[in-house]
């Protein structure tokens, strides 16, 4: 009875030695390596300078998909012991605190429909709003395209591992960010995707990509020279650059933008820009959410990331309210129909989310006023600071020119005289007053009608 006992004791012994030898000897299946090695990329991509929220979703799906597939399981591979259960759950923890940090730093970019998808192509939109979409750019790596300006890009559908079936799936995926026109030669978009004159210089902005655009030419393609205003700051939320080009762009209008109050709780809006870095999209159909605080507003845009910097436009008025600049998440992974896992865009009730977060144009500074009737009225009558010119009157007169037209005005006496005209036709007058300086009415009458020759 003894001896069996003890063979039975040496017997559990072995077994219990065999099983512990495996266990410490088993080796990573594939799909664990796979899966490990997942949430090491996605944490590279995560850990850059430019993080934003898709990053950072990547590797939250990446720890997700680890630990219900993994967890507990240690294992050996290329001669060490993986145990990195604890290790992914104490990252995952840390997740929402650093989204809350990256939203702080304006990094967390736009995204999301809300309702019914109401991106359409440029080709698409109303005769007003495809002059809109002349003034918007999108930021572009010059690595992008080949010596002949062909894009080199991937499809939407290839750079963003979505689902068949996507809206734009084929087009290419070009753009960093979008910006807009303020003047022929500055931009305005968002503080985080001009952070420094690195940004500056090694991106360039590009008109009329737009409609399945699959290359640009030279001379839509413009550089950064100068940033002439910028804040990002994780205080206030502010995020806006104000950035000028290397050349005038003359061939088109530039938006107006709100410059004091605040526009109203439910206005219509028109988002254009660059969602997913794709061919310029011009979206309606959305309206201010919230409005409360000082630096930015809430609205339900459709917006991706790549719309970053697109201008929030007053559907009413036709001017820019703000600058698009973060936003709710983009998109969900789902099993496809072909068993593999895939995105397809979020989708979120007209009302629902986080909505859309937009930096108000009346906190960004560096924006030229080109045709403010006070200081056009003293440089003419009174500091005489404009130059000098004299086409279509025997008598020289000062001139302040802006996209092809000329304002000119002269002095004598009481009486004032202001006229404008296009630059190819000095002869033929737009408009005139001349009559008391007091009347300002009057003067102020033609400097407007100036104006709307250059604004949109």
Not at 119 to 128: D, G, L, T
């Amino acid at each position: 009875m003894e001896k069996d006992m003890k063979r039975k004791l040496i017997g559990l012994c072995f077994l219990a030695l065999l099983f512990s030898c495996n266990e410490e000897d088993k080796k990573c299946e594939d799909n664990f390596v796979v899966s490990y090695q997942r949430m090491g990329d996605a944490f590279e991509k995560v850990y850059g300078p430019r993080t934003g929220s898709f990053e950072l979703k990547n590797l939250g799906e990446a720890i997700d998909l680890f630990l219900s597939e993994h967890e507990g399981v240690e294992c050996k591979y290329e001669n060490q012991t993986l145990k990195p259960t604890n290790e992914a759950k104490a990252m995952r923890a840390m997740l929402p605190a650093l989204r809350q940090e990256l939203a702080a730093k304006g990094r967390i970019i736009p995204k999301v429909i809300y309702g019914e998808d109401n991106r359409i192509q440029v080709s698409q939109a109303s005769s007003q709003q495809q002059e809109w979409a002349k003034a918007t750019l999108a930021q572009i790596s010059p690595g992008e395209w080949d010596d002949q300006y062909r894009f080199t890009s991937k499809t939407y559908g290839e750079s963003y591992r979505l689902c068949s079936g996507e809206r734009f799936y084929n087009e290419l995926s070009v753009a960093n960010c979008s910006g807009f026109l303020v003047a022929p030669d500055v931009v305005v978009t968002a503080g985080h995707c001009v952070q420094n004159m690195a940004d500056c210089n090694n991106y360039k902005w590009v008109i009329d990509f737009k409609d399945g655009a699959l290359g640009t030419s030279a001379e839509k393609v413009f550089s950064c020279t100068e940033i002439i205003d910028r804040k990002l700051d994780s205080d206030t939320m502010a995020d806006y650059a104000v950035i000028r080009l290397d050349r005038q762009i003359t061939d088109r209008k530039f938006f107006r933008t709100r410059t004091s109050g605040n526009v109203a709780v439910n206005t219509p809006l028109v988002l254009i820009g660059h969602p997913s870095g794709l061919p310029a999209k011009v979206a309606g159909g959305a309206v201010v959410r919230t409005n409360s605080n000082d630096i930015f507003f809430s609205a339900n845009t459709d917006s991706f990331g790549g719309n970053s910097g697109s201008a929030v436009i007053n559907a009413q008025t036709g001017r820019v309210e703000g600058i698009l600049v973060r936003g709710d998440q983009d998109y969900d992974i789902i099993d496809g129909p072909d068993g593999e896992r895939c995105r397809v865009e979020r989708v979120c009730p007209i009302d629902g989310c986080e909505g859309e977060d937009v930096t108000k144009m009346t906190v960004v500074t560096g924006v030229p006023l080109l045709v403010d009737a006070q200081a056009i009225k003293k440089g003419f009558y009174e500091d005489k600071n404009f130059p000098v010119a004299s086409e279509g009157l025997p008598l020289n007169f000062y001139t302040y020119s802006y996209g092809g037209y000329s304002l000119g005005g002269l002095k004598f006496l009481d009486r004032c005289g202001i006229h404008f005209y296009n630059d190819q036709s000095p002869e033929v007058w737009e408009d005139f007053f001349a009559g008391s300086c007091k009347d300002n009415q009057s003067l102020d009458q033609v400097i407007d009608t100036f104006g709307n020759l250059l604004y949109l």
